[in-house]
Each structure stands twice: as structure tokens, then as C-alpha cells.
């Protein structure tokens, strides 16, 4: 039996940020949380019961030690993250807004310790000692080295038959759509598992058409076995044995939109775990929600709390 459900591989960010309302040039001051779309999954899937490992590199600091203390309430196995002397912790910058302006994000991560960690930095029988292994466009983007990792964490993935998740998350700050679409075109179809914006498929892959003829097209390009693809307040759409599913969104008052996609990710990888991709869905539209109701990119909600959730979506109150 393997020892994790899931284990990643992902850059941990301080992630400091201004209310809507607030300009950063003009800022007295900033909030503190942490951002990493892999450790966003991994702790929210570690919280709905299941065993998740992950890996990074962080800077040997108290900057570092923020992100272990972060993470570690979701009982988020980190014992194979590399500690990196005089190394810099990636850093995002968050001005929320409202309209007519966009909330705006801006990275500052070159040359972070995780940035320059290769293949060789990986503890292998840990990462692959798993049900599944989860990743993302984001680690591939961030340098060469960090390209060649996810080539390299793919292959041997694929030499022990190991299903692999992959989250195409374009980040147009982090690489221009072109290297993109190279480097997805190499990687897709080893994936058994895709989470894929609507947006993104039509920015990358030049999908066109109704949500339910992209996600086909993708499925028929790739041979990818399960796609999920969001599609804002439309909700999710699953592509499973043939068939297309779709799952509304389910109505918020949104607090923070940041990380949404990655509690979606983690409440369908929980369906998965379980063996029911469709209830996947369902809990994926339902985690997404959650976490746009409070502040943070971690969704902090545990399996009880979760399920009875669920069970009594149309409850006002609870006493």
C-alpha cells in the first residue's frame, strides 16, 4: 500500500497584499499569507481525510519556517522539503480591486530557492511512494531547471504506473503563451487527470466553440481519461468515459477570489481518491465556493465540516 494518496511538487510564496480600495504604491502597510497553488491542493485534500506529501525548497530563515507553520495545521506531510542557505523566498504582490479595475498580481520569484531546485533535489521514493501525483503549468514555468524537473517527475511517474493530476494554470506573468503551448503540447498527453480553464483552453489550444465541444476536442487531442474544465459562475464541466458532465457553480459571496481554482482541484482529486469522479465534481463547484467565502488561499474546512456541508447546502444557520 502506498504511503501518501497524493504528493506534489510545488513553490511555497509569501503572498502580501492591500484591500480593495488601496493602491501598493501608496501602501503603509501589508497582510501576510502564503500562496502556492501545489501546497493549496495538497493541504485542502490532507484536510478531507486523505495522506498528502509535499515537496519544495525553502530558504533556511524564518521566512521559510512561515510557510511550514502555515501549512502545517492541515496535517500536510513536509518532512522531504529541502532547506536552501542564503536563498530567497518567492515573494507575489496582491492589489485587490474592484470594478472597473481588476485585481492585480505581481511576482517577484526569480531566482527563488525553489526556482533553482532540479531533479536532483527530489527525494524519489518519497514522491512516488503514492496513489496519484499532482502538478502544475506553474512549476514548469518558473525556470529551466524547473521545466526539466516536471519532464522528469512525468517520466518517472509513468516507468511506475503512477496516475498523474495536472493543472494547466496559465500564468501569463510567468511565461508568454507560446513557450506554453510548447511545453503543454509535450506534457499532456501523459496526463490522466486535467484541470483546464475554459479560458486557457481557448488561449493555448485554440479551442473554439460551446464549453462541452471544447472540452471533447481536448480529450480527443490529448486521450486525456478525465478533464475538468471551469467555466466562471457556469461552473464545472467533466469529461469522463465519453461523456460530458456539468456541475453548476454553487452561489457566493465572494470574499476572496484568489485560490478558488485550487480548492476545486482539491475537492474533485477527493472524489477521485474515492473512487467517484462525478461526486468529484460536485465537490469540487462546493470547495471552490468555500473558499471564496473567507480570506487566504488555503481552504480551511475539515472532512466533517465539508460533508455536512454538502449534505445541507440550503442551510441559512446552524446552531
Keep these: 500500500m502506498a504511503r501518501f494518496d497524493v504528493t506534489t511538487v510545488g513553490e511555497s510564496n509569501l503572498r502580501l497584499s492591500v484591500p480593495a480600495g488601496e493602491r501598493i504604491a501608496h501602501a ?3 497582510e501576510l499569507n502564503l500562496a502556492g497553488t501545489e501546497a493549496n491542493v495538497v493541504c485542502a485534500v490532507a484536510q ?3 495522506q498528502c506529501g509535499w515537496i519544495s525548497a525553502l530558504p533556511n530563515s524564518p521566512l521559510g519556517e512561515r510557510a511550514i507553520n502555515g501549512y502545517s495545521f492541515s496535517g500536510l506531510d513536509m518532512s522531504a522539503v529541502k532547506w536552501v542557505d542564503d536563498a530567497r523566498m518567492a515573494t507575489l504582490f496582491v492589489e485587490y480591486a474592484v470594478q472597473p479595475r481588476p485585481t492585480q498580481v505581481f511576482y517577484d520569484r526569480k531566482n527563488s530557492a525553489f526556482a533553482q531546485m532540479t531533479h536532483h533535489d527530489i527525494d524519489w521514493d518519497y514522491l512516488l511512494d503514492t496513489r496519484l501525483i499532482h502538478l502544475t503549468g506553474i512549476t514548469a514555468a518558473l525556470s ?3 521545466e526539466m524537473m516536471t519532464f522528469k517527475i512525468i517520466k518517472r511517474a509513468k516507468e511506475a504506473e503512477i496516475p498523474l493530476s495536472f493543472d494547466v494554470n496559465h500564468r501569463t506573468k510567468l511565461w508568454s503563451t507560446e513557450k506554453a503551448q510548447t511545453v503543454l503540447h509535450k506534457i499532456l498527453p501523459d496526463i490522466d487527470l486535467l484541470f483546464c480553464s475554459k479560458r486557457d483552453a481557448i ?3 485554440n479551442a473554439q466553440g460551446e464549453t462541452r465541444e471544447i472540452i471533447e476536442r481536448l480529450a480527443g487531442r490529448f486521450g486525456t481519461q ?3 474544465m471551469s467555466d466562471g459562475a457556469s461552473g464545472l464541466y467533466g ?3 465519453g461523456v460530458v458532465t456539468h456541475e453548476p457553480a454553487v452561489p457566493v459571496t465572494i470574499i476572496d477570489r484568489i485560490g478558488a481554482g485550487d480548492a476545486m482541484a482539491a475537492g474533485v482529486l477527493h472524489g477521485w481518491l474515492n473512487g467517484d469522479f462525478l461526486s468529484g465534481l460536485r465537490y469540487g463547484a462546493l470547495a471552490a465556493s468555500c473558499i471564496m467565502s ?4 488555503v481552504l480551511l474546512m475539515n472532512r466533517s ?3 455536512r456541508l454538502d449534505a445541507n447546502r440550503d442551510v441559512k444557520l446552524s446552531r
Excluded: M, P, R, Y
Design 305 to 307: 465540516e465539508f460533508e
Design 48 to 50: 478531507l481525510g486523505h
Design 144 to 146: 529551466e531547471s524547473c
Design 203 to 205: 488561449t493555448l489550444f
Design 226 to 228: 478525465h478533464i475538468v
Design 28 to 30: 503603509a502597510s501589508l
Design 239 to 241: 469529461w469522463a468515459n
Design 294 to 297: 473567507q480570506k487566504g488561499d
